[in-house]
């Protein structure tokens, strides 16, 4: 049972670079949602998506983007890569409304230099 | 605006005695509260959620309590044991039909055999 899969599991990325955070996910779960870490820090949220087509800022989400295109994926795009960036991302996914928790993948450990 | 609190980065307990990890909100729209329990280079792991309507829930060696008076939660872990070594957070969510979780910055809970 794969859950929310995350790829990659590490990247090194020079200023100004862009790239995909890529996340899946097989639950067949219609929330979505991107989170990141910094150290000593809880998470905080950068984009969700409460279905396919539909997608809203989160409490950080300058510098990102994001598509929901599928009920399976949900990327995270990076344009221009800044070192305020490095940081670990956390992809989460849940059923639906109403109470219930959140499931996580293992993140993707960013470092942008 | 840190709207959940873990004011203890690190606690230390002995083997086979009980771990409490306190976690304190200030956002009365709060309605669903949740630990969630990380090791590192994994992603959290959802362990226990208590919802506002109750004061306690118990799930076999941990058990949270919330009162709502004082904005405060806590985890009861007994006996703790040592796979229990880990960062615990608490998260948060009001009902506005997104259910973004709102992370506290985590403690480091180490149980010492």
């Known amino acids: 049972n794969a859950g929310v899969t995350q790829t990659p599991k590490f990247r090194i990325l020079k200023i100004g670079q862009s790239m995909t955070l890529q996340c899946t996910q097989d639950?067949?779960?219609?929330?979505m949602y991107w989170y990141r870490q910094d150290p000593g820090m809880g998470l905080k949220l950068i984009y969700y998506s409460v279905g396919a087509g539909i997608t809203d800022k989160g409490e950080v989400p300058n510098g990102y983007n994001v598509s929901r295109s599928t009920t399976e994926d949900f990327p995270l795009r990076l344009e221009l890569a800044a070192p305020s960036q490095t940081s670990v991302y956390f992809c989460?996914?849940?059923?639906?409304?109403?109470?219930?928790?959140?499931?996580f993948g293992d993140g993707t450990r960013l470092s942008i230099l | 605006d840190q709207q959940v609190k873990q004011n203890s980065p690190s606690l230390s307990v002995q083997e086979g005695r009980i771990s409490i990890l306190n976690c304190d909100y200030t956002?009365?729209?709060?309605?669903?509260f949740l630990w969630y329990k990380k090791y590192p280079a994994e992603g959290p792991t959802f362990l226990i959620s208590i919802s506002s309507i109750k004061d306690k829930n118990e799930d076999g060696r941990f058990t949270v309590f919330l009162n709502k008076s004082a904005k405060h939660l806590s985890l009861h872990i007994v006996p703790s044991q040592p796979g229990d070594s880990a960062v615990y957070f608490c998260?948060?969510?009001?009902?506005?039909?997104?259910?973004?979780?709102?992370f506290g910055t985590g403690t480091r809970l180490t149980i010492i055999p």
């Open positions: 639950m067949n779960h219609n929330y």
């Open positions: 956002n009365s729209m709060f309605d669903y």
């Open positions: 989460a996914s849940k059923k639906g409304g109403g109470n219930q928790p959140q499931h």
């Open positions: 998260a948060a969510s009001a009902n506005f039909g997104n259910e973004k979780l709102t």
